[in-house]
């Protein structure tokens, strides 16, 4: 069993930066996918971006050109890098991953990610 946790949410003031951290701990390699998603009350949830397992990223358009998404070289951290935040990126942030089942259905998109972290706040003041 795989237990994801999230770090490094803040309440921060516009055009300043954060880094999520999304620690895998059990058996981390399962993740085959890991990705942020994000939502806010009475919002769907938003795909934030995600890596695969050669390391290769994908990032929203919503958040291109200002988030970064990378996974260490032992694979059981991901990292969110979120630059020039806008108050339009307050939300609970969420780390996900996908075992491989769910991988082999849809590789690193950001449909069936079966496993889930408890979220991490982010309020960006204007």
């Known amino acids: 069993q795989v237990r994801l946790v999230e770090s490094g949410g803040n309440s921060v003031q516009a055009g300043e930066s954060l880094r999520l951290s999304c620690k895998a701990s059990?058996?981390?390699?399962?993740?085959?996918?890991l990705g942020w998603f994000r939502q806010t009350p009475g919002k769907e949830r938003e795909g934030v971006g995600s890596?695969?397992?050669?390391?290769?990223?994908f990032v929203a358009d919503s958040v291109k050109g200002r988030a970064t998404i990378s996974r260490n070289d032992a694979g059981d951290t991901l990292y969110l890098e979120l630059n020039n935040l806008k108050p339009e990126d307050t939300a609970m942030y969420y780390c996900?991953?996908?075992?491989?089942?769910?991988?082999?259905?849809?590789?690193?998109?950001?449909?069936?990610?079966?496993?889930w972290g408890q979220g991490t706040q982010v309020t960006v003041s204007s």
């Open positions: 996900a991953g996908k075992t491989f089942s769910a991988w082999l259905n849809s590789r690193c998109t950001m449909q069936d990610f079966d496993t």
């Open positions: 890596v695969d397992p050669d390391g290769i990223a």
């Open positions: 059990g058996f981390p390699r399962s993740m085959y996918c």
